[in-house]
Protein backbone atom coordinates (compact mmCIF):
# COMPACT_ATOMS: atom_id res chain seq x y z
CA UNK A 1 0.00 0.00 0.00
CA UNK A 2 1.63 3.74 -0.82
CA UNK A 3 0.75 7.00 0.72
CA UNK A 4 -0.65 9.57 -2.42
CA UNK A 5 -0.96 13.21 -2.57
CA UNK A 6 -3.79 13.71 -5.15
CA UNK A 7 -3.66 17.75 -5.78
CA UNK A 8 -6.60 18.77 -7.26
CA UNK A 9 -8.89 15.78 -5.90
CA UNK A 10 -12.34 17.84 -6.50
CA UNK A 11 -11.66 17.98 -10.15
CA UNK A 12 -12.97 15.31 -12.48
CA UNK A 13 -9.41 13.58 -13.10
CA UNK A 14 -8.15 14.17 -9.67
CA UNK A 15 -11.30 12.98 -8.15
CA UNK A 16 -11.36 9.85 -10.39
CA UNK A 17 -7.96 9.24 -9.21
CA UNK A 18 -8.94 9.24 -5.14
CA UNK A 19 -11.35 7.04 -5.94
CA UNK A 20 -9.18 4.25 -7.91
CA UNK A 21 -6.05 4.68 -5.90
CA UNK A 22 -8.50 4.01 -2.31
CA UNK A 23 -10.52 1.47 -4.26
CA UNK A 24 -6.86 -0.26 -4.59
CA UNK A 25 -5.82 0.06 -0.71
CA UNK A 26 -3.88 3.29 -1.21
CA UNK A 27 -3.88 5.73 1.90
CA UNK A 28 -5.29 8.98 -0.31
CA UNK A 29 -5.41 12.53 0.96
CA UNK A 30 -7.03 14.81 -1.55
CA UNK A 31 -6.79 18.39 -1.26
CA UNK A 32 -8.40 21.33 -3.08
CA UNK A 33 -8.29 25.10 -2.59
CA UNK A 34 -11.21 25.23 -0.56
CA UNK A 35 -12.64 23.47 2.23
CA UNK A 36 -14.70 20.56 1.55
CA UNK A 37 -15.55 17.08 2.85
CA UNK A 38 -12.68 14.75 3.10
CA UNK A 39 -10.10 16.77 0.97
CA UNK A 40 -7.63 19.41 2.88
CA UNK A 41 -6.74 22.71 1.54
CA UNK A 42 -4.01 23.19 -0.10
CA UNK A 43 -2.68 24.91 -2.95
CA UNK A 44 -0.88 23.89 -5.82
CA UNK A 45 1.25 27.69 -6.43
CA UNK A 46 2.53 27.25 -2.62
CA UNK A 47 5.71 25.03 -2.44
CA UNK A 48 5.66 24.99 0.93
CA UNK A 49 2.07 23.68 1.49
CA UNK A 50 3.07 21.26 -1.41
CA UNK A 51 6.02 20.24 0.85
CA UNK A 52 4.26 20.24 3.68
CA UNK A 53 0.96 17.61 2.42
CA UNK A 54 3.71 15.66 0.59
CA UNK A 55 6.01 14.25 3.36
CA UNK A 56 6.24 10.91 4.12
CA UNK A 57 3.98 10.35 0.82
CA UNK A 58 5.39 7.59 -1.83
CA UNK A 59 4.16 9.58 -4.67
CA UNK A 60 1.85 12.81 -5.90
CA UNK A 61 -1.10 13.22 -8.66
CA UNK A 62 -1.12 16.35 -9.94
CA UNK A 63 -4.62 17.33 -11.75
CA UNK A 64 -4.52 20.77 -11.91
CA UNK A 65 -6.82 23.79 -13.47
CA UNK A 66 -7.42 27.84 -12.74
CA UNK A 67 -9.70 28.91 -15.52
CA UNK A 68 -9.65 32.61 -13.94
CA UNK A 69 -5.70 32.85 -14.60
CA UNK A 70 -3.34 33.11 -17.43
CA UNK A 71 -2.89 29.31 -18.51
CA UNK A 72 1.20 31.01 -19.49
CA UNK A 73 1.40 32.21 -15.74
CA UNK A 74 -0.25 29.34 -14.22
CA UNK A 75 0.92 26.11 -15.61
CA UNK A 76 5.05 26.95 -15.16
CA UNK A 77 4.57 28.47 -11.71
CA UNK A 78 2.38 25.30 -10.98
CA UNK A 79 5.36 22.68 -11.96
CA UNK A 80 8.38 25.03 -10.77
CA UNK A 81 5.78 24.72 -7.16
CA UNK A 82 5.51 21.13 -7.47
CA UNK A 83 9.03 20.36 -8.11
CA UNK A 84 10.33 22.87 -5.23
CA UNK A 85 8.02 21.26 -2.91
CA UNK A 86 8.41 17.97 -3.58
CA UNK A 87 12.35 17.90 -4.21
CA UNK A 88 12.13 19.52 -0.32
CA UNK A 89 9.79 16.87 0.57
CA UNK A 90 12.22 13.94 -0.48
CA UNK A 91 9.24 12.37 -2.98
CA UNK A 92 10.38 11.69 -6.68
CA UNK A 93 7.47 10.15 -8.10
CA UNK A 94 4.61 12.61 -9.96
CA UNK A 95 2.03 11.73 -12.00
CA UNK A 96 0.59 15.15 -13.73
CA UNK A 97 -2.23 14.77 -15.78
CA UNK A 98 -1.30 16.12 -18.68
CA UNK A 99 -3.04 17.27 -22.28
CA UNK A 100 -3.53 15.91 -25.96
CA UNK A 101 -2.47 18.63 -28.41
CA UNK A 102 1.41 18.49 -27.26
CA UNK A 103 1.37 14.92 -27.60
CA UNK A 104 3.29 13.39 -30.92
CA UNK A 105 1.00 11.89 -33.39
CA UNK A 106 2.30 8.30 -35.03
CA UNK A 107 4.25 10.00 -37.38
CA UNK A 108 5.81 11.94 -35.37
CA UNK A 109 3.53 15.14 -35.42
CA UNK A 110 2.59 17.09 -32.60
CA UNK A 111 -1.63 16.70 -32.43
CA UNK A 112 -1.82 20.26 -32.28
CA UNK A 113 0.58 20.61 -35.38
CA UNK A 114 -1.32 18.75 -37.53
CA UNK A 115 -3.43 19.99 -40.61
CA UNK A 116 -6.98 21.53 -39.62
CA UNK A 117 -6.45 20.88 -35.52
CA UNK A 118 -8.29 24.21 -33.80
CA UNK A 119 -5.75 26.68 -32.58
CA UNK A 120 -7.89 29.17 -30.81
CA UNK A 121 -6.34 27.67 -27.85
CA UNK A 122 -2.82 27.14 -28.45
CA UNK A 123 -1.69 29.59 -26.10
CA UNK A 124 -2.82 27.08 -23.82
CA UNK A 125 -1.35 23.83 -25.47
CA UNK A 126 2.00 25.78 -25.14
CA UNK A 127 1.66 26.57 -21.59
CA UNK A 128 1.34 22.87 -20.75
CA UNK A 129 4.21 22.12 -22.69
CA UNK A 130 5.93 25.16 -20.70
CA UNK A 131 5.00 23.07 -17.20
CA UNK A 132 6.75 19.83 -18.88
CA UNK A 133 9.49 21.45 -19.93
CA UNK A 134 10.24 22.50 -16.14
CA UNK A 135 9.81 19.03 -14.91
CA UNK A 136 12.61 17.86 -17.40
CA UNK A 137 14.82 20.40 -15.80
CA UNK A 138 13.81 18.94 -12.53
CA UNK A 139 15.36 15.28 -10.41
CA UNK A 140 11.88 14.23 -9.76
CA UNK A 141 10.47 10.87 -12.09
CA UNK A 142 7.53 12.47 -13.69
CA UNK A 143 5.43 11.12 -16.33
CA UNK A 144 2.75 13.21 -17.67
CA UNK A 145 -0.58 11.25 -18.97
CA UNK A 146 -3.16 12.83 -20.86
CA UNK A 147 -5.49 11.24 -23.32
CA UNK A 148 -4.59 10.50 -26.68
CA UNK A 149 -7.82 12.16 -28.13
CA UNK A 150 -10.10 13.58 -25.97
CA UNK A 151 -12.29 12.33 -22.53
CA UNK A 152 -15.12 10.73 -23.56
CA UNK A 153 -18.03 12.93 -21.92
CA UNK A 154 -20.73 11.03 -23.90
CA UNK A 155 -19.68 7.63 -22.10
CA UNK A 156 -17.95 8.78 -18.86
CA UNK A 157 -17.99 4.74 -17.84
CA UNK A 158 -15.11 2.85 -16.32
CA UNK A 159 -14.19 0.16 -18.78
CA UNK A 160 -11.67 -1.21 -16.33
CA UNK A 161 -8.46 -1.04 -19.65
CA UNK A 162 -6.05 1.54 -21.25
CA UNK A 163 -3.38 0.87 -23.60
CA UNK A 164 -0.56 3.59 -24.26
CA UNK A 165 -0.94 5.32 -27.91
CA UNK A 166 0.00 8.11 -30.40
CA UNK A 167 -2.22 11.06 -30.53
CA UNK A 168 -5.10 10.89 -32.41
CA UNK A 169 -7.93 13.42 -32.07
CA UNK A 170 -10.62 10.71 -32.72
CA UNK A 171 -9.84 8.55 -29.98
CA UNK A 172 -11.79 8.55 -26.33
CA UNK A 173 -10.88 7.88 -23.16
CA UNK A 174 -12.82 8.06 -19.57
CA UNK A 175 -11.65 9.98 -16.48
CA UNK A 176 -12.20 6.23 -14.40
CA UNK A 177 -9.99 4.71 -16.62
CA UNK A 178 -7.20 7.83 -17.36
CA UNK A 179 -7.13 7.17 -13.22
CA UNK A 180 -6.22 3.51 -13.84
CA UNK A 181 -3.32 4.53 -15.99
CA UNK A 182 -2.24 7.12 -13.07
CA UNK A 183 -2.53 4.69 -10.49
CA UNK A 184 -0.56 1.79 -12.64
CA UNK A 185 1.85 4.45 -13.03
CA UNK A 186 2.80 4.15 -9.27
CA UNK A 187 2.17 0.67 -8.04
CA UNK A 188 4.25 -0.40 -11.56
CA UNK A 189 6.10 2.06 -13.00
CA UNK A 190 6.29 1.76 -17.02
CA UNK A 191 7.63 5.21 -18.14
CA UNK A 192 9.94 8.14 -16.80
CA UNK A 193 10.47 11.26 -17.16
CA UNK A 194 8.08 11.57 -20.17
CA UNK A 195 4.55 12.52 -21.57
CA UNK A 196 2.36 9.53 -22.85
CA UNK A 197 -1.26 9.28 -24.38
CA UNK A 198 -3.87 7.05 -23.26
CA UNK A 199 -7.07 5.42 -24.53
CA UNK A 200 -9.27 2.56 -24.73
Given at each position: MSKILVIGARGRAGSAAVAEARDRGHSV??????????????DV????????????????????????????????RAARALVDGLEKAGVQRLMWV???????????TLLMDTDGYPQEYRSFFLAHQAALDVFAESSLDWVSVAPTGDFD????????????????????????????????????????????????
Open positions: VGVARTASAGLVVGMDAGRVAELAVGCDAVIAGVYDGGSDPGEFYPGLTSILPTADGHADPSRKGRYRVSPADAEERISYADLAIALVDEIDHPEHHRAAIGVTV
